[in-house]
């Protein structure tokens, strides 16, 4: 059992490009999940998803994109990379969102540098 | 809306001497509260949680939260701290939303 598993690790972009930060999860969880962790800020959520077809907006959804096409799988996509992106990516899994306290399962996250 | 304030930024203890990272929340109603650790360049591991049930609340590694709702606090307690306990501690709290709502964190140093 894998748990939730994020590539690739480490990653510098240079200004304008593009990338797809992949996020796979293999506890047929419904929920899965997008945050960024900046020094000081904590994590905010980027993007989210209760089902596959399902996505909606976090907190700091602008710059990126997502889709959920499979129950396993939740990308995530810079669509022209900004310095102001560079940060730590987590992407997050749980259960069923209705039911309080679900243990929600992270990633090891993504180190995105952009130039 | 739901939130969470942790009260230090910085903790430093000896090995061996008492853990108190504090946590209070806000929350409209009966939150779900959890305390995540993150040691360096690694991603986040549960401590522990509060799920409306027993309001100590008993982790991994010897960590344990009270939630005490008159004080809408959630602190995070360990009684003797170890080296390997150095690193970043979120106390996050979630509501009947999908997001969970995360502190700014609290960096826990531990010296010999």
């Known amino acids: 059992n894998a748990g939730v598993t994020q590539t690739p690790k480490f990653q510098v972009l240079k200004t304008g490009q593009s990338m797809t930060l992949q996020c796979a999860q293999d506890?047929?969880?419904?929920?899965m999940s997008w945050y960024r962790q900046d020094p000081g800020m904590g994590l905010r959520l980027i993007h989210y998803?209760?089902?596959?077809?399902?996505?909606d907006q976090g907190e700091v959804p602008n710059g990126y994109n997502v889709s959920r096409s499979t129950t396993e799988d939740f990308p995530l996509r810079l669509l022209s990379a900004a310095p102001s992106q560079t940060s730590v990516y987590f992407c997050?899994?749980?259960?069923?969102?209705?039911?309080?306290?679900?243990?929600?399962?992270f990633g090891e996250g993504s180190w995105l540098t952009v130039v | 809306a739901q939130s969470v304030t942790q009260l230090d930024s910085h903790v430093s203890v000896s090995e061996g001497t008492p853990v108190l990272l504090r946590c209070n929340y806000s929350?409209?109603?009966?939150?779900?509260l959890f305390w995540y650790v993150q040691h360096p360049n690694k991603g986040l591991q549960l401590l522990l949680k509060?799920?409306?049930?027993?309001?100590l609340v008993k982790g991994i590694n010897g960590f344990e939260a009270e939630f005490k709702k008159s004080e809408t606090s959630f602190h995070l307690t360990k009684p003797s701290a170890h080296m390997s306990d150095a690193a970043e501690y979120f106390c996050v709290v979630k509501g009947a939303g999908y997001a969970l709502n995360f502190g700014k964190g609290t960096s826990l140093l531990v010296t010999p």
């Open positions: 929350s409209s109603y009966s939150p779900s």
């Open positions: 509060y799920t409306s049930a027993a309001t």
């Open positions: 997050a899994s749980s259960l069923q969102t209705g039911i309080s306290g679900n243990t929600i399962y």
């Open positions: 506890m047929n969880h419904e929920y």
């Open positions: 998803s209760v089902g596959a077809g399902i996505t």
